[in-house]
């Protein structure tokens, strides 16, 4: 998405929405003249549109037969209409925009506190350090019992709720009743809200002595300058090769993404041009000197890698800078603009396509019969009509003589075929119910363990006889594994319950680390780069 420029369009919006309700309406106002006896209305065809909308608007606001939320409708109309342009512009109200402002710029006022519902009870199973919990005395495993006022532990209680009691203005104090090992603390602990800033990179680490591994959540406000300074620090640690993990990437700031693309090349090069029907072709050069100009580069990507995700892996990719590993992109060519009206809500407008310094357009073709998707990157893309095959596309060819194709997303030099197990409904319903956490946070979270973080991700391994208590853990909230699945399913399932003891005993790297050494898709970059 660029941000760039935002516009007023009152107007335009006014335009969206009552056409809408013209259409809806059915009527020729030129034929209901007889029932307006109070003023007078252009006919069709003889005003300027814009002037014949406000008519409309003004028509249903002081004639309609009911009271009605002129708002609530306009906004109905507005959705409406930009639903049907295509998949990735997106009508916004208010508190949307603002949480999709607060990811993207990675910042929020809070208190720094990552919780689990289990049971009906709130367990903190994260903190950020030196946040506002941590500073004021929460721990890892305490259990919420009352935040202010507001009896939480047995109560069902939705996640928004939570998060509107947590939340709140920057220096405004928090009061929370917590049981810890099994004991209620005499006296609430204290919160006082600040900002929050989260990264964007979920990991940065030294894989190997000489190889580095960045994994990059999305492409938010600062996600740039936060991978220049974590290039800067893997070098300093002996990194010579590096893996970027833009996996499950769903995109965002498109200038974001050109920036941080920069960091790859030494001198100025095309990284992507854009062109629309009203937006002249534009073309994004990298900066000099990129931090990470030299050396091996490997990116992994997969089907939910998107938009600003397929800017970066396409310059590499058509520069022979890289290689491209996993499976092919989701195929997201549009660039949205931001566009705000005065009570805060926001339209995302796709203003143009972009394509790859060769040329070459990525966009998936999408069915006509679409709701809007605002989550497009959590969409798997098998949902819309697909282009399935390269064999007309037009051919293009790299520097080094490499053939790659327009359409249909970014395919990788080495492909990863898809685990059947990973896609089953099987484990996705166990991904989605959340039975995973369930058994961690109720079986393993009563202690903490003595071990440091390299002891446990140098030497622990779920024992069978915990794996056989999850299927048995299963069987109790009624899903039955046959043996088959329970074999079919035990490296996907121990990787996670361990991953998820990494993050709960030492942080949210340690998830990725322990994820990291099951991963054939890192297995295969490491074998490129050695």
Known sequence: MQKGRKRNIFVAATYAATLLLGLILGQNYSDQQGFNTGGSLVPIGLSDNSYKIQQVVDLISSRYVDSINMDSVQNGAINHIISHLDPYSAFLLPVESRTQTEVLEGTFEGI????????????????????????????IGDKILKIGERKISGNTISKEEVEKLMRGK????????????????????????????????????????????????????????EFKEAIVELKKQGAKNLILDLRDNGGGYFHIAIKLASEFFADQRLVVFTEGA????????????????????VVLVNERTASASEVVAGAVQDWDRGILIGRRTFGKATVQELFDFSDG???????????????????????????????????????????????????????????????????PDIKVPVDSNEVSLLYQELVKSSLIEQFV???????????????????????????????????????????????????????????????YYFGREAYFKVKNRYDNFIELALNQIN
């Open 112 to 139: 720094g506190m990552e919780y689990f519902n289990l049971n009906d009870t709130l367990i903190v199973v994260g903190l950020i350090t030196n946040g506002p919990a941590d500073k004021g005395g929460f721990k």
């Open 170 to 225: 920057r220096g405004s104090v928090v009061e929370m009743h917590v049981e810890r090992d099994s004991v209620q603390l005499p006296l609430p602990l204290k919160a006082i809200r600040d900002q929050i800033n989260v990264s964007s990179l979920d990991v940065a680490y030294m894989l190997q002595p000489t190889v580095g591994f960045i994994r990059i959540r999305r492409f938010g406000l600062k996600t740039a300058d």
């Open 278 to 297: 009203h937006e002249a072709r534009r073309d994004f050069l990298s900066e000099a000197n990129g931090t990470y100009a030299q050396g091996k580069l």
């Open 345 to 411: 809500s926001t339209i995302n407008l796709s203003i143009a396509r972009y394509y790859t310094p060769l040329g070459r357009s990525i966009q998936r073709k999408y069915s006509p019969n679409w709701s809007n998707m605002k989550d497009y990157p959590s969409m798997y893309h098998g949902l819309w009509s697909l282009d399935t095959t390269y064999a007309h596309a037009k051919p293009y060819q790299t520097g080094l003589g490499k053939k790659l194709y327009s359409g249909g997303g970014i395919m």
């Open 441 to 503: 946070y109720s079986r393993f979270t009563r202690k903490l363990p003595a071990y440091s973080i390299e002891n446990f991700l140098q030497g622990y391994t779920l024992p069978a006889t915990e794996y056989n208590s999850f299927i048995r853990f299963l069987a109790q909230k009624g899903l039955r594994l046959s043996s088959a699945k329970q074999n079919d399913l035990h490296d996907l399932i121990q990787s996670d319950i361990e991953a998820l003891l990494g993050r």
